[in-house]
């Protein structure tokens, strides 16, 4: 009877997803058909750019979704503002703000592109519900704008920059689960959260050095676009939170106003038959002057192929050493390529993956292509080892960088489980280091100095690539990686990036490495391309066919008398035995 139901519920689940498959196809094949039978709607006359920064926003575009709608990107925002700075129909820009904070560099890159669309004479307006986060970046990214417009019923509370970090070695501790790591150096903390049970003094020097940092960089951003006095505003996010009046009387908001008012007002300065379009549907055209190669990298360093957000079934991105191997590889082949624009980021990952890619690098330069790095929210650990051999390295004051060094270990959890009576034996054939990587059997000092000596040679290599490709002496490289994070205006300092900017900064240090006139329109081609709509609809197709496959295979795992040991121990073994180039990133509150 049990194998009935199971039989039964698999033959039903199977029958709704055939049912789901079937509408989105037909939904997908209508959005193919209308899009290559008609192009996008000419613009009016008077058009108003809107940008909602409440959205979460992938650095880099993935190309359209199969129906047909582009994900908004940083990346196409900042070049949308400054195509659209030229374009004689745009009017201005009307911005919903992120009254709880963001990433402080995308917050910085917005800045930056605001204050370019501005040279055009063009008005900006930002619209607050309220700035009720703390943390700088979302007021920061507006700052620029002609007028900030908030709701006068909600708060002003920025007060500083703030993170949390968790430490669970006194959890393992108590269930007597022993962490064993080996981290290359002491500021690698990735570790720390396992093997802890607080901030070590490294970890602490480096994350206050860090925050500090970018507050630094927020405070001057901010006071320089609002004209304030920089001891006056400290003094301000001392006493915060604030009312909504007291913001307004020290400058720091315009007007009082709720959204409708703001877009009402932002209309009549555009002209009456003003239409709004949002910033991720304005069309950048493209030059038809000398190509770049865009190649872009975001997500964790994985083996393999790259997740886009394009499945249907998945909204993760990682960066896949072949598939941008591969692309660095074409893309320094194609002889109408005069160079590449590599955008990085990325915490790290896969030291191998990292490698490859890393490899690519070199080769693309190699070919006589210049390699320009510009670097976004993070490229840190496998993201920096990876920018390493480029031409110039680009980053913005606020890029988390660096973290130039390796961590890996596993969780022994064998006192755990013989707390609830659950044993795990083994038959060792081979040498004793078959066994580093399993969860039940504790190192002993042989294993763990094949362990230290393995993880070694990847930091020698990792800190000679970056010494190699940063031309520095060896000795200066390892004083300044040990596994610390900087920010760009300190990774400038040490000699880790060349220049300061964003992504439009790199572009422009690409054109100039080309030989390219500074005034001249580039190209941008994408390696590898974007997924038309026809190559998505495979990607789903394929994926709900494996998911049907898995579908029929539940019945006989469900019966497997692994299942429930694999459940009890899968959470904590996800991540064992890795060596990682990956860093460990701060979340600010």
Known sequence: MRQFFISLFASVIGFFVALLLLFMLMIALIAAVASSASSKKPLGKSVVLTLDLRRPMLDHSTGASLFGSQKGSLVQTVRALHAAKEDTKVKGVLIRANGWGMSPEQAEEIRLAIRDFKTSGKFVIAQAQGFEGTTLSGYMAVAPADEIWMQDT??????????????LGGVFKKFDAKPEFIQFYEYKNAANTYTQDHMTPPHRESLTSLLQSIFDSSVANITEDRKLDKDRFLKFLDAAPHSAEQAKAQGFIDKFGYWVDAKDYARKKAGKDAE????SDYDIREGKGPVIAFIGGQGDIVPGGSEDGGNPFSSKVSMGSDTLSNALITASKDKNVKAILFRVNSPGGSASASDQIWDA?????K????VVVSMGQYAASGG???SAPADKIIAMPTTITGSIGVVGGVINIRGTAAKVGYNVEAVNIGGDFSSAYSAFEPWNQATREAMRASMEDIYVDFTSRVAEGRKMPIE??????????????????NGLVDEIGGFMKALEETKKLAKIDKDTKVRLKRFPPERSQWEQLELMLSASAQASQNLQQLKALSESPEYQAFLKAQATLKDNGKVRLKAELPVLK
């Open 276 to 279: 709004f379009l949002d910033i």
């Open 154 to 167: 909600t708060g002003f509370a920025l007060a500083g920059q703030r993170t949390e970090v968790e430490f």
């Open 384 to 386: 920096y080892y990876v």
């Open 367 to 370: 070919s006589g292509k210049p």
């Open 476 to 493: 200066e490289v390892r004083k300044i990686a040990r596994g610390r994070v900087w920010t760009g205006v300190q990774a400038k300092e």
């Open 361 to 365: 690098v070199r080769k693309a330069k």
